[in-house]
Nanobody, 133 residues
Framework: QVQLVESGGGLVQAGGSLRLSCSAS????????MGWFRQAPGRAEREFVA??????????YYADSVKGRFTISRDNAKNTMYLQMNSLKPEDTAVYYC????????????????????????WGQGTQVTVSS
């Protein structure tokens, strides 16, 4: 059974940094698309943050709101994905979730501006990030 466990969230002042981790068990992450999504307070849906997917090399994609500040990466040897978040802003406050499609043959659903999760993706439990002004 696939399990994803996020860690690294916390309270940070605006301008600060955090690094989130998503540790996977039950399967290798090598070759699978993986992504970070977040759900802000009072918002019903999770929004795209960043995706990393394999196509001969790892390609990375970012929401416009985090481009240039966040970096997604993974360490296949540790079976862990990361999200380095720099220059944090109060509007980055959210619960951050990692996700992985069930099949290595699929990715998240692409739309103009980012990615949406599939209905049957694996999810972690989320980690809270709070940025104070």
């Amino acid at each position: 059974q696939v399990q994803l466990v996020e860690s690294g969230g916390g309270l940070v002042q605006a301008g600060g940094s955090l690094r989130l981790s998503c540790s996977a068990s039950g399967r290798t992450i090598n070759g699978y698309a993986m992504g970070w999504f977040r759900q802000a307070p009072g918002r019903a849906e999770r929004e795209f943050v960043a995706v990393i997917q394999w196509s001969g090399v790892d390609n990375t994609y970012y929401a416009d709101s985090v481009k240039g500040r966040f970096t997604i990466s993974r360490d296949n040897a540790k079976n862990t994905m990361y999200l380095q978040m720099n220059s944090l802003k109060p509007e980055d406050t959210a619960v951050y979730y990692c996700a992985m499609p069930r099949s290595a043959l699929t990715s998240f659903v692409y739309y103009d501006g980012g990615f949406s999760p599939n209905d049957d993706d694996y999810w972690g439990q989320g980690t809270q990030v709070t940025v104070s002004s």
